[in-house]
């Protein structure tokens, strides 16, 4: 079955250090990726995708992610936090087309 | 441009009501998606439409649920009659025909069944 594991439910981090949110999956076929992330209370807002080509994506506000086939993985990072970072975060995978399936997210906070 | 918008934002209602959620897409879209978000099973599909036609139901809870999309630029979900248990975040999500476009997702709503 096609599945998403995001294996840290919380992480904290401190304000500058660097950032590593965990994504795998199970799919047959090759996925397209997504991370999103949710501030409280609002909807979901994209960071970053990969759909095909280089493995190393850029996203807005300084992430970016990084395709590994072999690992199955899709790990989202950031080279300094802000503390306006703390929200959730979801992994998620989709063929064209099709709906997503997410992660169950992983929360971040941000001490200083 | 005008984002995907959900209304009500918020909704209590006693359980028995009937509930409904509107969706209104981004201009231009032809994919439109309707998820829920509860604490205990995280973001779910309820269902998904292309081109206002229903593609994949396999989500909808129960025959309680219903969805329709009568037009490129409306949606609802209704709920008949609410239960506690459908207490959860609803969101609507929009997106182009080509399947390399992200989805963009509204701002959801809040429904409370006492």
């Known amino acids: 079955a096609q599945s998403v594991t995001q294996p840290d439910i919380h992480i904290t981090v401190s304000e500058g250090a660097s950032l590593e949110l965990r994504c795998n999956y199970s799919?047959?076929?090759?996925?397209?990726l997504f991370w999103y992330v949710q501030s409280p209370g609002q909807g979901l807002q994209l960071l970053l995708k990969y759909f095909s080509g280089d493995t190393l994506v850029q996203g807005i506000k300084g992430f970016e992610a990084e395709f590994k086939r072999s690992q199955s993985s899709f790990n989202l990072r950031k080279p300094s936090v802000h503390w306006s970072d703390a929200a959730e975060y979801f992994c998620?995978?989709?063929?064209?087309?099709?709906?997503?399936?997410f992660g169950k997210g992983t929360t971040l906070s941000v001490s200083s | 441009d005008a984002g995907v918008i959900q209304s009500p934002r918020h909704e209590v209602t006693e359980m028995g009501q009937e509930v409904t959620l509107r969706c209104k897409p981004i201009s231009g879209h032809n994919s439109l998606f309707w998820y829920r978000q509860t604490m205990m099973r995280g973001l779910e599909l309820l269902i998904y439409f292309n081109n206002n036609v229903p593609i994949d139901d396999s989500g909808m809870p129960e025959d309680r649920f219903s969805a329709k999309m009568p037009n490129a630029s409306f949606s609802t979900l209704k709920i008949q009659p609410s239960e506690p248990r459908d207490s959860a975040v609803y969101f609507c999500a929009s997106r182009g025909l080509d399947g390399n476009q992200p989805q963009h997702f509204g701002d959801g709503t809040r429904l409370s069944i006492l």
């Open positions: 799919y047959g076929a090759t996925p397209y």
């Open positions: 998620a995978v989709s063929q064209a087309g099709t709906a997503l399936i």
